[in-house]
C-alpha cells in the first residue's frame, strides 16, 4: 500500500474539470491576446487532424520542414526544422499558459486539433474542449509542464530528430525561448498580470528539459526578457539575424536593445 502524502504536497488540491462555459470563456478571452493564443471552438471538419499526428506521421513532419525551408529560402532543413519546431512550441505554450495566468484554468490538448496553413500561427480548434480548474496557482507549473512538454512536445523533437540531424539541446532551448515569448506577451497585453505570468514562466524553465535552457530577467519590473543559452539558427537564413534573445549577442549590445524595447509603446520587442 502506498503510504499517505505529507507535508503541502497532501494538502495541495488537484485540478478539477471546469464547467464547459468557464472554458468557453476563458478559450474566448484567451484568443483576443494575439494570433498565437487563439484556439477555436467549432466542428472538426475534413482537413483538421489531431496534435498528435505531428509527432505520429513522419511523412507529414518532413513535408512540413520542407515547406518551411522553402518559404525561408534555406536548403538547410535543420534551420528550417528549428524554426518550425519553434513556432509550433510558440503555438501550443500560448492558450495552455493564457488560460493559467488568466482564469486559473488548465487547458486540455488532447482534444485540440490543426490544420495546414501557409503563413501565421498554426489554426488550432476544439469541438468541445474541456479543461480543468486550478484551485492551487502554486502546483500549476508540474501539471502545465506535462500537458504541454512531456506529452505534446517531447515527442515531436524525437520525431523531429529522426528526420534531421539537430541537438536536442537546440530544441529544448526553442522551447524555452517560446515559453519565454508567451509570458512577455501576457505582460505586454494583460499587465496586471505580468508578474503571475513571469512567475509562472520561471517556474516551468526550472522543470526537466527547459532546466538550462535560458534565464527570464527583468531589467524593470513587469517587463521580461529572455536570455538563452543556445541558438536556434535564424541568422543562417538568407535575411536572417540574432533574435533579440540570442546566446550570441555580447552583453552590451544586450542592454542597449533592451532600453530601445522598453522606449518603445508598451516597451514592446
Not at 498565437?36 to 513532419?61: C, K, M, Q, S, V
Not at 530577467?217 to 533574435?243: D, H, N, T
Request: aromatic share 4%; glycine share 10%.
Amino acid at each position: 500500500m502506498t503510504p499517505p502524502a505529507s507535508g503541502a504536497a497532501a494538502a495541495r488540491p488537484g485540478p478539477l474539470p471546469a464547467s464547459p462555459s468557464a472554458v468557453s470563456t476563458a478559450i474566448a478571452d484567451v484568443s483576443e491576446i494575439s494570433g498565437y493564443f487563439e484556439l477555436g471552438i467549432g466542428p472538426i471538419e475534413a482537413g483538421w487532424r489531431p496534435l498528435t499526428d505531428l509527432a505520429a506521421d513522419p511523412d507529414l513532419l518532413r513535408r512540413r520542414i520542407v515547406d518551411v525551408a522553402g518559404r525561408l529560402g534555406t536548403d538547410e532543413l535543420r534551420v528550417a526544422a528549428s524554426i518550425l519546431f519553434q513556432g509550433l512550441a510558440a503555438r501550443l505554450w500560448s492558450p495552455v499558459v493564457g488560460a493559467a495566468v488568466t482564469h486559473d484554468l488548465l487547458l486540455d490538448l488532447a482534444s485540440v486539433h490543426w490544420r495546414e496553413a501557409s503563413s501565421g500561427p498554426l489554426p488550432l480548434r476544439a469541438e468541445r474542449p474541456t479543461g480543468r480548474r486550478i484551485l492551487d496557482p502554486a502546483g500549476v507549473a508540474e501539471p502545465l509542464h506535462r500537458d504541454v512538454l512531456t506529452e505534446v512536445l517531447e515527442p515531436l523533437a524525437r520525431s523531429v530528430r529522426e528526420i534531421v540531424r539537430i541537438a536536442p539541446g537546440l530544441l529544448w532551448g526553442n522551447a524555452a525561448s517560446a515559453l519565454a515569448g508567451t509570458v512577455r506577451t501576457i505582460a505586454h497585453q494583460r499587465p496586471e498580470l505580468a508578474a503571475r505570468a513571469t512567475a509562472l514562466g520561471r517556474e516551468l524553465l526550472a522543470l526537466g528539459v527547459l532546466r538550462g535552457g535560458g534565464d527570464l530577467v527583468e531589467p524593470v519590473p513587469g517587463q521580461p526578457f529572455f536570455v538563452r543559452r543556445s541558438c536556434c539558427l535564424f541568422y543562417r537564413l538568407p535575411e536572417g539575424g540574432k533574435c533579440g534573445d540570442c546566446v550570441l549577442i555580447d552583453p552590451e549590445t544586450r542592454r542597449r536593445q533592451w532600453a530601445e524595447a522598453l522606449r518603445r509603446p508598451g516597451g514592446s520587442s
